[in-house]
T-cell receptor, first 109, second 116 residues
Framework: AQRVTQPEKLLSVFKGAPVELKCNYS??????LFWYVQYSRQRLQLLLR??SRESIKGFTADLNKGETSFHLKKPFAQEEDSAMYYC???????????FGTGTQLKVEL | GAVVSQHPSRVICKSGTSVKIECRSL??????MFWYRQFPKKSLMLMAT?????????EQGVEKDKFLINHASLTLSTLTVTSAHPEDSSFYIC????????????FGPGTRLLVL
């Protein structure tokens, strides 16, 4: 069965510092991975997906099949990045999502 | 575009009653809708996948007679928690997609259910 692991429940960084939110997955098929973000009092929304290979709000994530990882990175954290971040793995033809437990990112001034 | 709404946003009910939660795609046709349950400080757990006009597919461990899902149109899916008990208290979130391969899911704001 597929699984997504986010080892950190809380990550606290100072503004301007680099950020790396860890995500590891376990899946026997070809993985399709996403990062979703939930800002305070807002709904879950897509941040980025690995097949797009794009940078959104300064965030990037590279799929590393050898390490089965999809870590989310940003070189310089901003206060508005404070949110809950979920890593998710799509299976079942790309439509069924398995979520990690989430990492709360707190950017301090 | 791609807005999903849920109603109600919060509901309190007595044990033994049934509660219906609506999920609507406001500006697109959602061939597929998903229902998730989120426990405090836990991840989202997929409960079921519903495709318009067909029966929902439930995840292992989810009671289909307890959580009735109807997806009668391309813009509306409903989740009915039947004979609710306090352990059903949770945050229920729906998402919708056009059903295309690799299609993004768009999430609703969630419904907080409290069963007394």
């Amino acid at each position: 069965a597929q699984r997504v692991t986010q080892p950190e429940k809380l990550l606290s960084v100072f503004k301007g510092a680099p950020v790396e939110l860890k995500c590891n997955y376990s899946y026997s098929g070809s993985p399709e991975l996403f990062w979703y973000v939930q800002y305070s009092r807002q709904r879950l929304q897509l941040l980025l997906r690995h097949i797009s290979r794009e940078s959104i709000k300064g965030f990037t994530a590279d799929l590393n099949k050898g390490e089965t990882s999809f870590h989310l990175k940003k070189p310089f954290a901003q206060e508005e990045d404070s949110a809950m971040y979920y890593c998710a793995l799509a299976t079942g033809g790309g439509n069924k999502l398995t979520f990690g437990t989430g990492t709360q990112l707190k950017v301090e001034l | 575009g791609a807005v999903v709404s849920q109603h109600p946003s919060r509901v309190i009910c007595k044990s033994g009653t049934s509660v219906k939660i609506e999920c609507r795609s406001l500006d697109f046709q959602a061939t597929t809708m998903f229902w998730y349950r989120q426990f405090p400080k836990k991840s989202l757990m997929l409960m079921a996948t519903s495709n318009e006009g067909s029966k929902a597919t439930y995840e292992q461990g989810v009671e289909k007679d307890k959580f009735l899902i109807n997806h009668a149109s391309l813009t509306l899916s409903t989740l009915t928690v039947t004979s609710a008990h306090p352990e059903d208290s949770s945050f229920y979130i729906c998402s919708a997609s056009r059903g295309l391969a690799q299609e993004t899911q768009y999430f609703g704001p969630g419904t907080r259910l409290l069963v007394l």
